[in-house]
């Protein structure tokens, strides 16, 4: 297998995969986030040599006492599902996200929520996050349970 180099990126390096993936038969504008360009979003992009094979957005969505980043558009190309591309974007960005709340001076922890499709629930258990909800559904992509993991 390649050798795989995860590093923060651009929303426009990501949105083809993203689009692809997660949107496919839509528009590459219906994996555009509002949230894309703000200041407290991080992109993170997974390649093979120079190709893009999976990608993730955090999103700050602070609603309590501790740092709160929602993870959006986690996708990875489909000939590169199942080796691990997954798993290491998410440490990657989780470690991201334990380095900038550990910098605050009164850091209490960090918490990652999503809304999870229902095919990925096992995969985001296996990597520590909890499930919060029962099974809902979000209009035009399908069923997700909402999910945490409050790291640091």
Not at 16 to 24: M, V
């Amino acid at each position: 297998m390649s050798k795989i180099l995860i590093r923060e990126a651009a929303s426009e390096e990501i949105l083809g995969l993203r689009a692809r993936e997660l949107r496919a038969g839509k528009p590459e504008d219906a994996a555009r986030f509002p949230e894309d360009h703000d200041p407290g979003t991080y992109h993170f992009a997974a390649f093979a040599t120079d190709r893009l094979i999976g990608c993730l957005t955090l999103i700050r969505t602070d609603s309590g006492p501790q740092p709160s980043w929602q993870l959006r558009g986690m996708a990875t190309d489909s000939g590169w599902r199942h080796k691990g591309v997954g798993r290491s974007l998410l440490v990657h960005a989780e470690a991201r996200i334990r380095d900038l709340a550990a910098a605050q001076p009164d850091a209490i922890g960090a918490r990652i929520w999503c809304n999870a499709r229902t095919t990925a629930v096992a995969f985001y258990e296996r990597m520590g996050y909890r499930t919060l909800s029962g099974e809902f559904m979000i209009e035009k992509v399908g069923p997700h349970y909402k999910m945490e993991k409050i790291i640091l």
